[in-house]
Nanobody
């Protein structure tokens, strides 16, 4: 059983940056896929960024080069560096991982507001 714990969310002004972290209780180096999703109130959960075990990455269309997913296998942590945040980026951000089964974190709130 792997537990994923997100941190790093908070309130940021438009144009600002945040780095989210997802700490795994087990090794992430064996995870097939690590990803970040987000869900705004009343909306579906959308893929933000995904990274395969081989290092391939993909991003949601709305990211437009503003976010970067990365991982530190030694720390069993996945990161989401976000810059030029806008109000429409306000959402709960969830960490996701797969290793035969799907694991979700509890989410961290990101609020972009002046």
């Amino acid at each position: 059983q792997v537990q994923l714990v997100e941190s790093g969310g908070g309130l940021v002004q438009p144009g600002g940056s945040l780095r989210l972290s997802c700490a795994a209780s087990g090794s992430i180096s064996t995870m097939n896929t690590m990803a970040w999703y987000r869900q705004a109130p009343g909306k579906q959960r959308d893929l933000v960024a995904v990274q395969t075990r081989g290092g391939n990455t993909n991003y949601g269309d709305f990211v437009k080069g503003r976010f970067t997913i990365s991982r530190d296998n030694a720390k069993n942590t996945v990161y989401l560096q976000m810059s030029n945040l806008q109000s429409e980026d306000t959402a709960v951000y969830y960490c996701y991982g797969t290793l035969g089964v799907v694991y979700w974190g509890q989410g961290t709130q990101v609020t972009v507001s002046s």
